[in-house]
């Protein structure tokens, strides 16, 4: 092939839809399709996705391998954040649209497309991350959404594609919609689509199920900079420098092994519905849980207080593609402040589903024995507390004596815990 009137880069996955994609492309808006494969962590057969591609009839198809990039610039800085969507989900589909996008508009600038393409649905959030990041990073580039635009049942795909002798996966199709990067695999779709039933085993494919874990604990001891993980081991003594994505692949296996980071949710998504998701994600799970360990060590009251707020809205603009815009810069600037003195070492357990943080020490410790201890040591100045307690409660106490009444028993109720049936009267 190679007689299109011009170029379009594709994100091709090797799969049905993207598949039937690049035939679809060619002959609906004659169009020669580059196919771009980008690796974020998702274990796959790259070389034969790419063999794949160009028996489809890809003009050209590219690897780009940016696991690194990913990590650093990507998932690291949205665990110095905390950033967990409705506080479960690690994002790990959000995070890698809008660096997928990226690497699209590369390829689009460098082999001259006019168009890129994505295989989304119309209904998923992921349609809106694409074309939300390509609009900012290239205005100029017209975005094509066949899946979107097609309208064919899996049935019609097939026929398709037998039609225009394009590969068919021969192992029965997964009953589930699956996307996996090294932040975690997402499952949604099948049996799942009713809230009602539980996640059957086959389901997952990174844990093994908590009842059949180990009985023993695993302990692993996690270094941070700055908020950014930089070294495992066994225990503090034998902790090794590992890479980005070297360390939260051993940390994906080794909280797998022990059940750590199954998630089953029921998730707003952005285009106004409800759905069913289920999440995988062991790393994700032990390094926020480690990570926010040692904030306690290392955050004032107020830094840990004012950055959940922080990471509340960042989780979102993640969530619904917003990543490229002045505010989420904005927020970014505040938690790389804040991450100044995150530099210290945690130490977790890994048992039976959960990871859980044991021990925890930083060079940046706001935590003082001698204030804290009730043993002979001692510091902290009891004296001063009942003048901090009289000032403390200034405020409340002219309130209560002018507005709120005695405090009889009826006046309680109406305080904490006033009944919405009254609001009539
Ligand atoms: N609900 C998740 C999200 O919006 C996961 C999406 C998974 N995508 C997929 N193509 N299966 O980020």
Not at 106 to 121: F, L, M, W
């Amino acid at each position: 092939m190679g007689k299109g009137t011009g170029k379009v880069v594709l994100a091709y996955s090797g799969g049905l839809d993207t598949s039937v994609a690049i035939r679809w492309i060619n002959e609906k808006y004659n169009l020669d399709v580059i196919a771009v494969t980008v690796d974020v962590g998702n274990e796959k057969d790259f070389e034969v996705v790419r063999q794949k591609a160009l028996r489809t009839g890809a003009i050209q198809a590219f690897i780009a391998d940016v696991k690194d990039q990913f990590v650093g610039e990507f998932v690291f800085p949205s665990l110095q954040a905390g950033t967990l969507y409705q506080n479960v989900y690690p994002l790990a589909t959000a995070l890698a649209r809008p660096l997928i996008s990226k690497v699209l508009v590369d390829y689009a600038r460098k082999e001259g497309a006019s168009h890129v393409a994505h295989g989304c649905t119309g209904k998923g959030n992921d349609q809106v991350r694409f074309d939300v990041s390509i609009q900012a990073l290239a205005p100029d580039l017209k975005i094509i959404a066949p899946v979107r635009e097609w309208r064919m049942t899996r049935d019609d795909e097939i026929r398709y594609a037998q039609e225009h002798k394009i590969p068919v996966p021969v192992t029965a199709a997964s009953p589930y919609s699956v996307d996996a990067n090294l932040w975690g695999r997402s499952i949604e779709a099948g049996v799942l689509e009713d809230p009602w039933n539980e996640p059957p085993e086959e389901a997952y494919a990174w844990t093994i199920n908590p009842r059949f874990a180990p009985e023993e604990p695993t302990y692993v001891t996690i270094e941070f900079e700055r908020g950014v993980p930089v070294a495992l081991g066994d225990d503090p003594e034998t902790t090794q420098r590992l890479d980005g994505v070297t360390l939260v692949s051993r940390l994906n296996e080794l909280g797998g092994a022990h059940g750590v980071g199954r998630i089953d949710h029921v998730e707003d998504r952005l285009v106004g519905i409800k759905s069913r998701e289920v999440y995988e994600a062991p790393a994700a799970i032990v390094l926020h849980a480690a990570h926010s360990a040692l904030e306690t060590l290392t955050l004032s009251r107020e830094q840990r207080r004012f950055k959940e707020i922080v990471a509340t809205e960042m989780a979102q603009l993640i969530y619904d593609g917003r990543m490229f815009s002045g505010h989420f810069r904005d927020l970014s600037y505040y938690v790389a402040s804040t991450q100044r003195s995150v530099t210290g070492t945690v130490r977790m357990r890994l048992l039976k589903g959960q990871a859980v943080a044991v021990g925890r020490r930083s060079p940046q410790s706001l935590y003082d024995f001698s204030l804290a201890t009730y043993e002979t040591g001692d510091q902290f100045d009891h004296s001063a507390a009942e003048a901090f307690i009289k000032l403390f409660s200034q405020g409340l106490r002219t309130q209560a004596r002018v507005q709120l009444g005695a405090g009889s028993s009826q006046e309680i109720r109406r305080l904490v815990a006033p009944s919405i049936d009254e609001e009539a009267h």
